[in-house]
């Protein structure tokens, strides 16, 4: 069955660095859209980053510059760098896998967009 499996989350201080990591499985990766989101508490769920199986990368305006996504077909994995954290990053970061449709041509962040979840990996930044 499909898993996907978060890690690297942590606390840190403001202005440092993550890489956060989505082990997955159960499908054929490499034609998989993926996408990552994060959840404040007493937030909706909001998509940040998405990339497609073609490459092709999308980001939430908020955090262009800031977030990278990324994966490795080799290994199954799904990466998201996140530098220069603030305190209002703070949240649980889910990754997702849109794998029962074609989704090549969608840039769609929307959480209902996307087919299977992880559990997530909590970030927490203290000022």
């Known amino acids: 069955q499909v898993q996907l499996v978060e890690s690297g989350g942590g606390s840190v201080q403001a202005g440092g660095s993550l890489r956060l990591s989505c082990a997955a499985s159960?499908?054929?990766?490499?034609?998989?859209?993926m996408g990552w989101f994060r959840q404040a508490p007493g937030k909706e769920r909001e998509g940040i980053a998405r990339?497609?199986?073609?490459?092709?990368?999308f980001y939430k305006d908020s955090v262009k510059g800031g977030f990278t996504i990324s994966q490795d077909n080799a290994k199954n994995t799904l990466y998201l760098q996140i530098n220069k954290l603030d305190p209002e990053d703070t949240a649980m970061f889910y990754c997702?896998?849109?794998?029962?449709?074609?989704?090549?041509?969608?840039?769609?962040?929307?959480?209902?967009?996307?087919?299977?979840w992880g559990q997530g990996t909590q970030v927490t930044v203290s000022s």
């Open positions: 990339i497609n199986n073609s490459g092709a990368t």
């Open positions: 997702a896998a849109r794998v029962l449709e074609d989704c090549r041509f969608s840039s769609s962040l929307n959480p209902g967009a996307f087919d299977y």
């Open positions: 159960g499908f054929t990766f490499s034609r998989a859209c």
